[in-house]
């Protein structure tokens, strides 16, 4: 079975940075595009980034574009999520998963424990 792990998010002022990891194991890592989604209380689960099973590949969201960065070490199985110029509609629980990159939706329903992200102003 698939298991995500992820780590990394905090409690941050707004304009600060955070990065967080994901370390994938149970599956082919380096085969499959990945994803880190967001959730924020009362909202729905949304996807902000995504990379292909190539770095050259990558998805961000609009609300994050030009201040979150992807990337993955296939020799680790693990992806992050560097996260710049931080706001506070960034305020979420951080999740990756494996995603299909046509669709950009998750190929597993099981999610890891995901990491809290705070900002504050």
């Known amino acids: 079975q698939v298991q995500l792990v992820e780590s990394g998010g905090g409690l941050v002022q707004a304009g600060g940075f955070l990065r967080l990891s994901c370390a994938v194991s149970?599956?082919?890592?380096?085969?499959?595009?990945m994803g880190w989604f967001r959730q924020a209380p009362g909202q729905e689960r949304e996807l902000v980034a995504a990379?292909?099973?190539?770095?050259?590949?990558?998805y961000y969201a609009d609300s994050v574009k030009g201040r979150f960065t992807i990337s993955r070490d296939n020799a680790k199985n693990t992806v992050y999520l560097q996260m710049n110029s931080l706001k506070p509609g960034d305020t979420a629980v951080y999740y990756c998963?494996?995603?299909?990159?046509?669709?950009?939706?998750?190929?597993?329903?099981?999610w890891g424990q995901g990491t809290q992200v705070t900002v504050s102003l």
């Open positions: 998963n494996a995603i299909a990159w046509a669709t950009k939706r998750p190929l597993n329903d099981y």
């Open positions: 149970g599956r082919t890592f380096s085969s499959n595009a």
């Open positions: 990379t292909g099973w190539s770095a050259w590949n990558t």
